[in-house]
């Protein structure tokens, strides 16, 4: 094997410079303030501030009012889902600029048992009976199991990662191509769902889900349905209101709706994913039904997930720009030639390609809320204030609003591709995946287990779509127009 190709399937180095200690002890002048806000009447508070979050004013209204209201972006309030169906106790504190939210990575101050969607958990049902790593605290050592043995897959999985990305990838936009000699556009969900599934279950599990009719047709149809039936109690979908509230935030979903679609799922790996599972057992302790359940979540909830958010805001993002930066990247893309093939390694030379990647994952996280619970009393600063937090309390930074703190960006609602290319430091508080971009996932922290495999995939899928098109126009949704590369 060449030196070559030898670089071409290393996996994407970990970034390791440590990010700053933006959570360390606030310095001794800045002021102790009583957290504000407050939760309310019992019911009523929880039912109100659930009414402005999903139906008067939507979650970034919800909480820019309320940072206005108490002058703070430290405060209580309530999230949903609440009153009457389910159990979860919906106070939080509010942590909404990015010194406040970096407390969430410490995990000597905060641990996340069962908190992934803040007090509410779907039914472990959902999982096989069983909690799965990204329920896990980084105190329970099954947590060690599951995170390395999930870094694990992914370095495998490197091997094949960039052939698989680009092959289906290009039967995607062979998709769009033959919609748009049809029609005058292309809806290319999915297409693009199709492509994250099979590069996805290639690459993670080993295995090629066109050998099942069923699975190939429609295994991206069942994850869709699993992942909507556990979310829909805490997300706003845009339904005509109050039909929202009635029929999909008052209580959860029942498993069996999609008991058929995950045993099927479950079945696929069982029968093609011998090796992977083999792993799991002999390297990592797990037993069979505990790495499977552990490798669809990760499958289905992490990455296809995950990916099925951001791609659309990142070919969205891309395909709706008017400013030249199309060019500019063709340009950068094509700098060397377009006949060797793109590797991990080539795309970490451009710098624009991933400056767009990181500033289009600031301004759209896709994974909006993050929560942690206070492992601990202790104190914790935003920009002007220290707050005294109490152990057991429930502190929830909603991204999207995190990413946009004026003391850390500057035009902070503008779109700046080159921002990540002129600012590299400005990468210490990229938080998408909940952790700094420039730290690494571990056995110890709850980051993203793919932090650079999610960045680079990206920069791969602008560089191949640039080598292949002059431009794309379009939308989040469709595609309107292809011009081939001349
Ligand atoms: C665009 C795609 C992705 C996004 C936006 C994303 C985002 C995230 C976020 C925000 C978390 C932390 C959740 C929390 O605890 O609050 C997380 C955790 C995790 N992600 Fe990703 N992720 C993506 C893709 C992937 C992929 C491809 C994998 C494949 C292996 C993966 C594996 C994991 C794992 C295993 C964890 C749990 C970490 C732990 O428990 O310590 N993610 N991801």
Redesign the pocket.
């Known amino acids: 094997m060449s030196i070559m190709t030898m670089m071409s399937i290393s996996p994407p180095a970990p970034s390791s410079p440590p990010p700053p200690p933006l959570a360390s002890s606030p310095p001794a002048s800045l002021p102790v303030r009583t957290i504000p806000g407050s939760y309310g009447w019992p019911l009523l508070g929880p039912i109100s501030d659930r009414l402005d979050y999903f139906w008067f004013q939507g979650p970034e209204t919800f909480f820019r009012k309320r940072i206005d209201k108490y002058k703070s972006t430290v405060f209580r309030t309530n999230i949903p889902p609440t009153f009457p169906f389910f159990s979860a106790n919906p106070n939080i504190v509010a942590v909404l600029d990015c010194k406040s939210f970096s407390h969430l990575f410490d995990m000597e101050i905060v641990e996340?048992k069962n908190v992934?969607v803040g007090d509410f958990m779907p039914s472990v049902k959902f999982t096989g009976d069983i909690r799965v790593?990204?329920y896990?605290d980084t105190a329970e050592p099954k947590?060690s199991q599951v995170?390395n043995f999930?870094m694990d897959?992914?370095k495998r999985s490197s091997k094949v990662w960039v052939s698989e990305l680009t092959s289906s990838l290009s039967t995607m936009w062979d998709t769009v191509e033959t919609d748009l000699s049809k029609n005058n556009s292309s809806i290319y969900l999915v297409p693009l769902q199709k492509f994250i599934f099979k590069f996805?279950t290639k690459s993670?599990i080993g295995c090629d889900p066109s050998i099942s009719p069923e699975m190939s047709e429609s295994g991206h149809v069942m994850l869709d349905r699993w992942l909507a039936l556990q979310l829909l109690p805490t997300v706003k979908i845009g339904v005509l209101q109050p039909l929202e509230e009635i029929f999909l935030h008052s209580f959860a979903y029942p498993f069996f709706l999609v008991s058929g679609d995950y045993n099927k799922l479950y079945q696929f790996i069982l029968d093609n994913g011998k090796e992977i599972l083999e792993r799991g057992k002999t390297e990592f302790g797990l037993s069979q039904e505990e790495t499977i359940h552990n490798l669809l979540f990760?499958l289905g909830f992490?990455?296809f997930g995950?990916?099925s958010?951001?791609l659309p805001t990142l070919l969205g993002t891309i395909a709706g720009d008017t400013t030249g930066l199309q060019q500019r990247i063709v340009k950068e893309v094509r700098q060397n030639g377009v006949s060797s093939p793109l590797t991990f390694d080539s795309v970490k030379e451009m710098d624009l390609v991933q400056s767009v990647v990181y500033e289009t994952l600031r301004l759209n996280p896709?994974?909006p809320l993050?929560?942690a619970r206070a492992r601990k009393d202790f104190r914790l600063s935003s920009h002007d204030s220290a707050f005294e937090v109490k152990k057991g309390e429930l502190l929830c930074g909603y991204q999207p609003l995190v990413m946009r703190d004026p003391k850390v960006f500057s035009e902070p609602e503008e779109f700046r591709p080159d921002r990540f290319a002129k600012e590299k430091e400005l990468l210490n508080y990229l938080y998408?995946?909940?952790g700094p971009q420039t730290g690494s996932?571990s056995e110890s922290?709850?980051?993203?287990?793919?932090k650079d495999?999610?960045t680079l995939t990206a920069c791969l899928i602008l560089a191949y779509t640039f080598r292949r098109y002059d431009s794309i126009t379009g939308s989040a949704s469709s595609i309107t127009a292809v011009e081939k590369a001349k």
Do not use: D, E, R
């Open positions: 996340k992934l790593g990204a896990l947590h995170k999930a897959v992914l996805l993670l990760i992490n990455a995950g990916f958010v951001f896709p994974v993050q929560f998408w995946s909940n996932p922290n709850k980051q993203c287990a793919a495999y999610v």
